[in-house]
């Protein structure tokens, strides 16, 4: 028996987050929320709410870093609270602008030391994520999702609106829509979070019972389990038609992008884009793959670890037995599992286009035929990649920032 406090997760941008988690108070819960409010003066407060009352102190920034911050002030109450005999569940209200994918990840992750009586580990060995609740509002958004306004301008931050929205909703094991859009918005929005997060209940009512939403999570939910770049592309059993003009695009491809040629089509991503999420084999990066993912005008390329055939016998053993099952599925003699794997969530976008342009990006079968050649050729991606690129002429990228971020 999983005898660790369980641990509820409420997040969302416009939301009714507050309202949500405090329906969620009863004897036996405490409801945590660190209020990000303050951050222009270098403080953010720390309320716990019980049935009993509320407490608040107010922290200053470590660091003057918002991460650091909460990763030494909740990651170790986390671990106390464990110890409280009037603490059965935590719910934990996170401010608009964090992600629970992060929290989760630290959660697992970061090690927690001085805790009295407790050995130095992770929060994860007193807390278990019991559901990951998102709230949004359905007049807005979508609109949030596609577009390409920055998140934060008073603090360094440089994700976009769209990245956080998209973000907490792909990361939900339940949703809570704040009704308002018209009959044609909420069938939109439906399409999309059928999608995003196929398995997550939904209660599109005003004054929804969350605690029966909890109740109806599946037993597949993920529950705080943090994809890595190389799990599928499509969680869950999402429709794959149309509806509404929103439908998943699937593009892969058994042979590398010349790098020149993908940094050119992969603007293809942004417009009339939700989401857009997968794994690229580039030429000249024989040994790695790379993440590409896009959520309204924000996309990255990022490192995603090497190719199973680029490691040797004993790291390949170390590796997840799910991934080299399906690595085994599709291993070619000479590449192994080098491949290319993309899938795209459109809501105004030509499903041909995209697939046209990435097809074009991939290598030619002269240029296939001479791998000799492939590492001559000049790699945007050799480090780290954002839109627009900081290496374009400052005229060029001065107009791309007009356009997508």
Known sequence: MDIRTPLVIVCGWRGRTAQVA???????????????????????????????????????????????????????????????????????HLDPQLEPEALCWAVEHVVVSGIVGRVDGPASLDVRVDGVVTCLDAATW??????????????????????????????????????????WQQARLHAVLTRLAPDAPIAWAGEPDIERLLREIPATARRGAIDGAHSPLLRGQPPLDDD????????????????????????????????????????TQPDNALLVESAGGGLRVA????????????????????RRAMASLRWDERYGDRDTSIVVLVHDADSELIDRTLRAAVVTDDEFARPDLWPTWHDPFGRFHEDPCDDLPADRRDNEREGHR
């Open 22 to 92: 405090r329906s969620l108070l009863r004897p036996g819960t405490a409801v945590v929320h660190h209020d990000l409010s303050g951050l222009d003066q270098g403080v953010l407060r720390r309320s716990v709410l019980t049935v009993e009352g509320e407490r608040t102190e107010i922290l200053e920034l470590a660091h003057g870093c918002v991460s650091c911050t909460l990763r030494e002030d909740l990651l170790p109450l986390l671990r106390r609270m464990r110890d409280y005999s009037s603490v059965d569940r935590i719910v934990l």
């Open 142 to 183: 979508l609109e949030d999702a596609t577009g390409d306004d920055e998140l934060n301008e008073r603090v360094d931050d440089d994700r976009t609106l769209a990245q956080v929205v998209v973000g907490q909703v792909e990361f939900a094991d339940a949703l809570v829509v704040l009704p308002g859009a018209d009959g």
């Open 244 to 283: 509404c003009g929103i439908r998943l695009v699937e593009f892969s491809a058994d042979r590398p992008f010349h790098p020149e040629r993908l940094h050119h089509a992969i603007d293809v991503l942004l417009d009339g884009v939700v989401r857009a999420r997968g794994r690229l084999w580039v030429a």
């Open 303 to 322: 490192h995603a670890g090497p190719w199973l055939a680029s490691m040797t016998p004993d790291q390949q053993r170390e590796v997840p037995a799910e």
